[in-house]
């Protein structure tokens, strides 16, 4: 075959797969039929499932609910919003990291914890452990195939006064029969959680 007609070949080629593309593009942007659809279920993330988008791409926790607030170190505080359980064996915390101080915070290079592993991942809140007293356990930030930490990440290195920094971290689920953890994090006092 000559190449004049290899070219021909491929422009209708390309001609065909975008009229193809097209095509789908209009049939799913189709108008409004009238007709309800059912939503299919949402695919389960490792985002807290009562978080919800601000339209900024952060995640906002239900702050309906505080279960502790624990001062640290030149104004910062952290309220602890949620601690639940799920079905797949894992337990997780939401909440802020609020700057009450008049002064830019700039977060510490211990919330990242000191692994190696996680280093490289950049700036994440990997130093948080839970102590289960009960069963004398102590758990750590998950983390995903990738060595990445399950919990926030890749956050400025500063809070400015007045702001907050939302967080989520997971962690294996304690035993059903624990209904209450202390969380520990760099700059702060022990936090007594109860998990529900």
Known sequence: MSIPHVGKLRRAATAVILAAGLTLSVAACGGDSGKSEEKAPAA????PP???????????????????????????????NSAKRDSGGFLTISGQLKNTGSGLYTTPIQWSGDEQAVA??????????????????????????????LTTSGFDPSIEAGKSLTFFAQFPAPATSTNQVDLQFPGFSNATIEIS
């Open 120 to 149: 490289g991942t950049g700036r994440s809140l990997a130093g948080m452990t839970l102590v289960d007293s009960q069963e004398k356990k102590r758990y750590y930030v998950l983390r995903d195939t990738d060595n990445r930490p």
């Open 50 to 80: 009562e978080d919800s988008g601000n339209g900024d791409g952060e995640t906002v926790p239900d702050t309906s609910k505080v279960l502790v607030t624990v001062k640290g170190d030149s104004g910062i505080d952290m309220v602890i």
């Open 44 to 47: 389960a993330s490792s985002k």
